[in-house]
């Protein structure tokens, strides 16, 4: 069972530590079962005789005084192998020690997960199932949780700070961690076999146009393209599956706004890592105990378009709120970018068709496809391969309506031409030969591409582009 107790910290205020203590519910493995019994014993002894120094030492825990917190978990580790020695394996105490802290302070035991640069995704199927992604590749972990009320506290941990809850009557909920990481949290009844959470992690240091290319994501005639567009004022939507690394590459494209613009963000849970001086950031809010409260992210829209943007970025397009945006893109704030999911970018505008009829107006659908095809200029779409890897698939100019269609031109697409004795997508970018007709909008903006930039005379191999 787990413990909550409460530090107070100097300022007056408390704060929640979770500490784990023995208790019916408690599942002990038994090849660690000295290590478990050592670090309970442990945990009770800290919350039992806990002085007021150290209890203002945990209360005011951070990365810059994690060291203190080490040095208390350790006396501690000392007193009870003193009194009780344990059978513990020799050279486990500092394990022992990491593991103690990361359930008082951090995520306990998914804490080294995150920390590791190398995983892309947590995924946790209830308390005994802990997968994560690996360059593209899913693997099962030996990282566990005691018990469906442990998993519970970690997720309570992650909600509490930004104000967001979980409970039979709302079981599911979108978060983030401090970190910028995404969260989405299923439990019973919705979860079957107990509570799920998934976690995309995001680097620490935002990912470049430089990193796209070096990952084979997209070549250096593409990146160059989508930099002229966003400069241009181009307004662009960012197509793909789950874990294309649609978000990835929606950062990046920001990257390339000027830093003398005034930019507004606007998403379910922020996760957009903006570069630039002037940025607004924008959450929604979920409906609270009462069910009333409620944000969405059409309101939102609604709003920015008060606070003078030079650029509206919407994280991702799910619904009504597409209407909103198109409207946005249509009434002089060129230049904005969204992302939603599809698969290819016809399947992008049928389903921009789609989310606009569910804003609830009774609109022809003529009318809906003329404002898609006045508003939006780009789609990019991009995909996750079989071997884990994402590419830029296409990135096609949405033209103009041809009496009930709205016709699209491809400016660029990768051609896959097969799998290696490694399982690795074979495959090069290339240009279509042929050139947007919103050109005339880099001339505008001053902006020239290299003479000849789009014929169709080659490609840039993958092993060339970086």
Do not use: W
């Not at 009930?404 to 097969?418: A, P």
């Amino acid at each position: 069972m787990s413990l909550l107790t409460r530090l107070g910290r100097p300022d007056g205020r408390n704060v929640q530590v979770m500490i784990f203590s023995a208790g019916k519910t408690a599942v002990k493995q038994p090849v660690d079962d000295g290590v478990q019994r050592l670090k309970l014993e442990i945990h009770k002894r800290i919350v039992s005789e806990l002085s007021p120094a150290e209890q203002q030492a945990l209360a005011a825990a951070s990365d810059q005084n994690v060291s203190q917190v080490t040095a208390i978990i350790n006396r501690y580790f000392e007193l009870v192998m003193e009194e009780n020695p344990y059978s513990v394996p020799l050279g486990e105490k500092n394990r022992i020690v990491s593991e103690i802290r990361d359930e008082m302070l951090g995520l306990g035991p998914i804490e080294p997960l995150l920390k590791d640069d190398s995983i892309t995704e947590i995924m946790i199927n209830g308390p005994k199932k802990v997968f994560v992604e690996r360059l593209g590749k899913l693997t099962l972990t030996d990282v566990q949780f005691h018990d469906n009320d442990h998993l519970m506290n970690i997720v309570e941990r992650i909600l509490t700070p930004i104000g967001r809850r979980i409970d039979e009557s709302s079981p599911l909920v979108d978060a983030r961690l401090k970190d910028g990481s995404r969260v989405n949290v299923i439990i019973p009844p919705l979860a079957l076999l107990g509570a799920c959470v998934t976690i995309r992690k995001f680097s620490k240091k935002p990912f470049s146009v430089e990193n796209l290319i070096a990952f084979n994501t997209m070549d250096e005639r593409m990146a160059m393209f989508l930099r002229a567009c966003v400069k241009a004022r181009v307004n662009i939507l960012v197509s793909g599956g789950t874990g294309s690394g649609k978000t990835t590459t929606l950062n990046v494209l920001s990257s390339f706004i000027p830093n003398d613009e005034r930019i507004v963000t606007i998403e379910d849970a922020a996760e957009l890592r903006l570069q630039q001086d002037h940025v607004v950031t924008l959450e929604s809010r979920p409906s609270n105990l009462e069910g009333k409260g409620a944000i969405a992210i059409r309101d939102l829209v609604r709003n920015a378009l008060r606070m003078r943007p030079d650029r509206i970025i919407v994280g991702e397009v799910r619904s009504g709120e597409a209407l909103d945006m198109l409207q946005a893109m249509n009434t002089g704030h060129d230049g904005s970018l969204t992302t939603a999911h599809a698969n290819t970018p016809r399947d992008a505008l049928t389903r921009l068709e789609t989310m606009v009829l569910m804003s609830g107006l009774d609109l022809p659908v003529r009318a809906i496809r003329e404002q898609i095809a006045s508003a939006l200029d780009v789609v990019l779409q991009q995909s996750r391969i079989r071997d884990g890897s994402r590419k830029v698939t296409y990135i096609t100019e949405v033209q103009h309506m041809e009496g009930n269609t709205i016709t699209t031109q491809d400016i660029f697409r990768y051609v896959q031409t097969g799998i290696d004795a490694d399982g690795k997508s074979v495959g090069h970018f290339e240009t279509t030969g042929l050139q947007p007709n919103f050109i005339e909008k880099f001339k505008m903006n001053g902006i020239t591409l290299p003479e000849g930039f789009f014929d169709n005379g080659g490609h840039v191999t993958e092993s060339e582009a970086y």
